[in-house]
């Protein structure tokens, strides 16, 4: 068995990938090979993954970024978020987080918007990447909130997080379990999280939701799928198996330690979800006027 993972190694879609290969290899009693292919914010791995054997022996991990933003925002994708893949299950989800260095005036959402109104278009926000989830968090909080504030991409969370500690950047959207060590050193401060509820690895920080916006949320996900055309009668047995490993304590256990939120579908319920989440995304973007600075 083969697990295409559209990213780097210690990324949250390979530590997911690498879980699941794990169990797999528990359940079948055979081998699962890992192959990471990062590159053009994840749409390369993706793009392989739908081009791959329809044979049952190739699965990949995506991800909200991939499926969901890169097609719309990207013009020369060369796959079908909806054509081109069979959905296995969910395996996790991952709140953002608005997060300031730690001497930063801003000390919630309140005074962000505040001084964004006061000053449009002085204020900088960082982001882990054109296209990624951490982006649109960020777009879609600018358009929440009616305030003009500069996007500014970087190649990973690592960068985003080291200009905002230095101060080139006034606040970063990204991934919790990327902003968790400077916020739990106290170098950072969060401000809101992105999720519908409170993180449980932040309890102590409201979402947006509570922070006077109850209409936003701006979770990423991460899924299972196979290229479509696979075999339905393997697409149902992989994805019993899938859904046998992410409704696990074990596997529960492990994806909260990596930071993210365990989540567990069934093939019919992740297909639905993508068809949902590929239409609002598509909004967001469009509405936004978000693009690949």
Known sequence: ????????????QDILGRILAQKLELLWQQPVVVENR?????????????????DGYTLGVVNSSSLAISPVLMPNVAYDPLKDFAPLGLGASNDCALAVKFDSPFRSVADVVAAAKAQPGMLTWA?????????????????????DIVHVPYRGSPAAITDTLGGQVNMTFNTINAVLP?????QMRALATTGQ????????????????YPAYEASGWLGFVAPAGTPPEIVRSV????????????FRKAIITAGMRPQSSSAQAFGDFMQVEIARWATVVRKSGAKLD
């Open 1 to 12: 068995m083969r697990l295409i993972v559209p990213a780097a190694p210690g990324a949250g």
């Open 38 to 54: 990062a590159g053009a914010g994840g749409t390369l791995g993706t793009d392989l993954i739908a081009k791959a054997p329809k």
């Open 127 to 147: 982001s882990a990447g054109s296209g990624s989830s951490t982006h649109m968090a960020g777009e879609l909080f600018r358009m929440t909130a009616g305030v």
């Open 182 to 186: 400077s916020v739990m050193s106290g």
């Open 197 to 212: 509820t409170r993180d449980p690895l932040l309890p102590d920080v409201p979402s947006f939701a509570e922070a006077g």
């Open 239 to 250: 994805s019993r198996a899938i859904q046998q490993i992410t409704e696990s304590e074990a």
